[in-house]
């Protein structure tokens, strides 16, 4: 089971990922533009961190929990 504070962080990150099309909507013009989508990714680190500030996170992790995400949808 979660905890809280995992549950709060998984809605921050769904909340978050909803609201930057760049990353899922193929027809957005941004979609292909890396460099705006390794921005949209350090936003996500950024709340990732947020409720897990003792733990090392970098774009790699955050990546494989949004991918983890999408599988279980």
């Known amino acids: 089971m979660m905890s809280a504070n995992d549950q709060d962080c998984v809605r921050a990150l769904i909340e978050m990922y909803r609201s930057l099309p760049c990353l899922w909507k193929i027809k957005s013009a941004d979609y292909s533009n890396r460099y705006i989508k390794k921005d949209a990714y350090e936003k996500l680190v950024?709340?990732?961190?947020?409720?897990h500030p003792t733990e090392?996170?970098?774009e790699h992790i955050v990546r494989k929990k949004i991918q983890a995400l999408r599988t279980v949808y």
């Open 56 to 58: 090392t996170v970098d």
């Open 46 to 51: 950024a709340i990732y961190k947020e409720h």
